[in-house]
């Protein structure tokens, strides 16, 4: 077993046969799991129906409810101070400066990332 040689024909055998077993085995394993979906799925009542109900009034729009700065400034407080762990007591907020940047947005995300890895 050790030491012998194998020709170039078993070598593509071996690794065919190889990639037939596994690609059969993912096949299966999503078969399974199509079938879970279909098993454990919600089944809906099909004898209730709803008609919708026409509107008699057109809906005005809700009014858009504004945050005022002292309100934003709360709510940023309370979530640097639950980041680093410490009470607002001990955090003051002056001043919320944003700022506009021009890397795109997966470049934040992973200086995000990197921030709370500590690396």
């Known amino acids: 077993m050790f030491g012998e040689s194998i020709e170039i024909g078993e070598m593509i055998t071996i690794t065919l046969f190889s990639m037939g077993v596994v690609f059969t085995t993912l096949l299966v394993i999503s078969f399974i799991l199509d079938l879970f ?23 005005a729009p809700a009014p858009a409810r504004k945050e005022t700065d002292e309100e934003l400034i709360a709510v940023i407080t309370a979530a640097i101070a639950a980041t680093i762990g410490k009470g607002t007591d001990k955090l003051i907020v002056r001043k919320i400066t944003p700022m506009a940047s021009q890397e795109p ?15």
């Open 105 to 119: 947005i997966w470049a934040q995300m992973g200086r995000i990332d990197q921030m709370r890895i500590g690396g």
């Open 37 to 59: 979906k279909v098993i454990f799925a919600e089944k809906k009542p099909q004898g209730v129906r709803k008609e919708p109900q026409p509107q008699t009034q057109a809906a």
